[in-house]
């Protein structure tokens, strides 16, 4: 049973360009969580989705971020026109309901803007 | 304020020694509490978690949460190289893996 599967590993983008960052959760999980990890800081909360629907996307940056989990497929965090301030290492969890507090990570995205 | 405190560390501890990782929250309505090991490059692991205050025992590690003083911790017995990663605390006000509250993390280094 594959874990949480994230791609790309890393991810290198020059200032001004678009990153997209893939998630597949574990088998059988249909709630899915994006989580950014600053370096020196804590992981931070940004959007939670089930298929097809965003449930609360309360620590989204309001510009530029955006995401999504498609019927079918895996979920997209979509980065635009990324900034310097975007580097940093991109996680994405699952579980299996709502009312589940146990969440798989996957390895993450690490993204670098140059 | 940080809704969680977590000491930064390094922690630089022999083999065999028993290690104590802690937290503190703000928040009252904290009320499940999560301890995750991260090693270098990888994603969090989840290790234990409880629901409001009390232990939590498995194998080497055992959790802790007092509410009335907002502290969590989590001991590791028979501290082992392979401990050596970083320990992220977590809590949340739902039962739900959704808006976790992360600490900054501590980093161990277990000495052979």
């Known amino acids: 049973n594959a874990g949480v599967m994230q791609n790309p590993r890393h991810l290198v983008r020059r200032r001004g360009q678009e990153a997209r960052l893939r998630c597949s959760p574990m088998?059988?999980?249909?709630?899915v969580y994006w989580y950014r990890q600053l370096p020196e800081e804590g992981l931070k909360f940004m959007v939670y989705l089930q298929k097809e629907n965003i449930i609360d996307e309360s620590g989204m940056p309001k510009e530029r971020f955006s995401a999504e989990f498609p019927k079918e497929g895996p979920s997209i965090l979509r980065i635009q026109q990324v900034v310097r301030g975007d580097s940093a290492a991109y996680f994405c969890?699952?579980?299996?309901?709502?009312?589940?507090?146990?969440?798989?990570f996957g390895q993450g995205t690490r993204l670098t803007v140059v | 304020q940080k809704e969680v405190e977590q000491d930064p560390g390094p922690l630089s501890v022999p083999e065999g020694a028993i290690v104590s990782l802690n937290c503190t929250y703000s928040?009252?309505?904290?009320?499940?509490f999560m301890w995750y090991r991260q090693y270098s490059r990888k994603g969090p692991e989840l290790l234990m978690y409880?629901?409001?205050?009390g232990n939590k025992e498995d194998g080497r590690f055992t959790a802790q949460v007092d509410k009335s003083s907002k502290y969590i911790s989590l001991f590791i017995r028979d501290s082992q190289p392979s401990d050596s990663a970083t320990y992220l605390c977590?809590?949340?006000?739902?039962?739900?893996?959704?808006?976790?509250?992360f600490g900054s993390g501590t980093q161990l280094t277990v000495l052979p």
């Open positions: 088998k059988g999980h249909s709630h």
């Open positions: 977590a809590t949340s006000s739902s039962g739900s893996a959704r808006q976790l509250t």
């Open positions: 928040n009252s309505a904290f009320q499940y």
């Open positions: 409880t629901y409001s205050s």
């Open positions: 969890a699952s579980s299996l309901g709502t009312g589940q507090t146990e969440a798989f």
